[in-house]
Nanobody, 114 residues
Framework: QVQFMESGGGLVQTGGSLRLSCVVSGATFSLNDIGWYRQPPGKRREWVARISQGGSPLHDVSVKGRFTISRDNAKNTAYLQMNRLKPEDTAVYYC????????WGQGTRVTVTS
């Protein structure tokens, strides 16, 4: 079974930075596109960024220029570098394979204070 272990969240002030990590087990990581998603308080889960098997990134317009997705196939890990954080980035962040989603992990909580 594919499992996701997200980490790196925390409490940060507006303008700060965090780096999230997603360790994937139970799948051939290098053969999967990986996506980062987030669920703000009281809202639905939304897509944030994705990275292809070959390392091509794509970011939602709301985070483009501030967030950067990357991957390390040797470590079965995807990353989300988040800079210039805003209060509206407050959410629980998740990763998953794309396009076929597996059961979601616990996520990692990011709280941005103003």
């Amino acid at each position: 079974q594919v499992q996701f272990m997200e980490s790196g969240g925390g409490l940060v002030q507006t303008g700060g930075s965090l780096r999230l990590s997603c360790v994937v087990s139970g799948a051939t990581f290098s053969l999967n596109d990986i996506g980062w998603y987030r669920q703000p308080p009281g809202k639905r889960r939304e897509w944030v960024a994705r990275i292809s098997q070959g390392g091509s990134p794509l970011h939602d317009v709301s985070v483009k220029g501030r967030f950067t997705i990357s991957r390390d196939n040797a470590k079965n890990t995807a990353y989300l570098q988040m800079n210039r954080l805003k209060p509206e980035d407050t959410a629980v962040y998740y990763c998953n394979t794309i396009p076929n989603h597996q059961p979601w992990g616990q996520g990692t909580r990011v709280t941005v204070t103003s």
